[in-house]
C-alpha cells in the first residue's frame, strides 16, 4: 500500500513538473473553467491504475435510467477498500495542489461517505452512453471534476459545451476521445457536457475524481444527491456504504 503509494504520487509529481503551468492555467481560464489535456499520464500511471480496475470490475452496478444513462459504476466505498492506486491519485496533495493553483481555489477532497468521491465508470454495453447534464455541486461550495481516461476503444465522444452560463461569450461546442492517459478538469456548475453512445463491441472506462471548496451539505440537498446516485449510479446499497 505504501509503495503503491509512493510510485503514484512519483508518477504524479514527474507529469506535473513536464507540465507548462502558465500555459495549462490560460486555456483552462480562456475555456471557462475547462481544460483537457491529453497524454498526461504515462503508460505505466494507467497500467497502476487499471490493475484496480481489473480487482474491482466483477461488481460493478449496471444502471439504467430511459433517455438519459446506461452504463456501469463502481462508487469509492468499493474503491476505498479495494483500489490502492486510484485512491492515492485521488488523494495526492502534490496533484490536490496543482489542481488548485489551476482553478485559483483551494480544493478539498470529497467526504469519505460521498459515493461519487472517486468512481469509476464502464461504457461496455452498445448504447451506453450519459445525456448533456452538469456535474451540479449540492456542498455549500463549488464542485471541480477530473476524468481521465483508462481505455478508450471506442467511437463515443465526450461532448462539451463551453461558455453555456456566460451571456458575454458565445457557447462553443468541443467532441474528445478520452484516450488513456488524457485529462480532463472542470468545474462542475460550468461544463455541459454528454458522452455519445458506445457501438458494439467497444469499451470505455473513465475513472471520475470530485474536489469541493466546502465539503458541507445540507440536510435536504444531502438526501438529493444520494437518491440520484442510488438510482444513476451505484445502486440502493451505496445509501448504506456497501459496495455493490
Ligand atoms: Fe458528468
Redesign the pocket.
Known amino acids: 500500500m505504501h509503495i503503491v503509494r509512493e510510485r503514484v504520487e512519483q508518477e504524479l509529481n514527474q507529469a506535473i513538473q513536464q507540465s507548462d503551468f502558465t500555459q495549462l492555467q490560460q486555456r483552462y481560464t480562456a475555456q471557462g473553467e475547462f481544460l483537457t489535456i491529453q497524454n498526461f499520464f504515462s503508460p505505466p500511471v494507467v497500467d497502476q491504475l487499471m490493475e484496480d480496475v481489473t480487482q474491482v470490475r466483477p461488481q460493478l452496478n449496471r444502471n439504467y435510467i430511459p433517455t438519459h444513462k446506461k452504463g456501469g459504476s463502481v462508487s469509492a466505498y468499493l474503491l476505498q477498500q479495494k483500489a490502492p492506486a486510484i485512491l492515492a491519485f485521488y488523494r495526492a496533495p502534490v496533484f490536490i495542489d496543482w489542481l488548485s493553483r489551476l482553478a485559483g481555489v483551494p480544493l478539498l477532497l470529497c467526504p469519505d461517505h460521498d459515493p461519487h468521491a472517486c468512481a469509476l465508470y464502464f461504457y461496455t454495453e452498445p448504447g451506453d452512453h450519459?445525456g448533456f447534464?452538469?456535474?451540479t455541486s449540492y456542498y455549500k461550495g463549488a464542485r471541480y471534476?477530473v476524468l481521465l481516461g483508462l481505455v478508450d476503444r471506442s467511437t463515443s465522444q465526450l461532448v462539451c459545451r463551453l461558455h453555456t452560463k456566460d451571456p458575454q461569450r458565445e457557447i462553443t461546442e468541443l467532441s474528445l476521445r478520452t484516450d488513456p492517459g488524457s485529462l480532463v478538469f472542470f468545474n462542475?456548475d460550468r461544463l455541459y457536457?454528454a458522452v455519445t453512445p458506445l457501438g458494439e463491441a467497444e469499451e470505455r472506462i473513465v475513472l471520475?475524481l470530485q474536489y469541493v471548496t466546502d465539503p458541507h451539505m445540507g440536510t435536504a440537498k444531502r438526501w438529493f444527491s444520494n437518491m440520484k446516485d442510488a438510482v444513476g449510479y451505484f445502486g440502493w446499497s451505496a445509501l448504506f456504504r456497501r459496495p455493490t
Open positions: 450519459i447534464h452538469y456535474d471534476t462542475g457536457h471520475t
